[in-house]
């Protein structure tokens, strides 16, 4: 069955830097698209970036140039490399295999 872990979130000043990571299982990574969502208190979950099963990406206006996707094939694992955070990124961040498969999220705190 598909399962997607996030892991790496926790509490950074602002302009730090965070990497999250997305081991999947029950499939193959490299076959599909994925991405990352995050929803903050209060809002709607709205898409960070994105990666195509050829490896082409994108990202959210709000964290371009900041924000990089990634994915090891080998390692059936996706990573969200987020740098020069701002207290505005502090949210719930989630995998996601479109349109179905979600995991169940890790926390991104910006705050000094």
């Known amino acids: 069955q598909v399962q997607l872990v996030e892991s790496g979130g926790g509490l950074v000043h602002p302009g730090g830097s965070l990497s999250l990571s997305c081991a999947a299982s029950?499939?193959?990574?490299?076959?599909?698209?994925m991405a990352w969502y995050r929803q903050a208190p209060g809002k709607q979950r709205e898409l960070v970036a994105h990666?195509?099963?050829?490896?082409?990406?994108n990202n959210a206006d709000s964290v371009k140039g900041r924000f990089t996707i990634s994915r090891d094939n080998a390692n059936n694992t996706v990573y969200l490399q987020m740098n020069s955070l701002k207290p505005e990124d502090t949210a719930v961040y989630y995998c996601?295999?479109?349109?179905?498969?979600w995991g169940q999220g890790t926390q991104v705190t910006v705050s000094s």
């Open positions: 029950g499939f193959t990574i490299s076959s599909y698209h």
């Open positions: 996601n295999r479109p349109v179905r498969y």
């Open positions: 990666i195509t099963n050829f490896g082409s990406t």
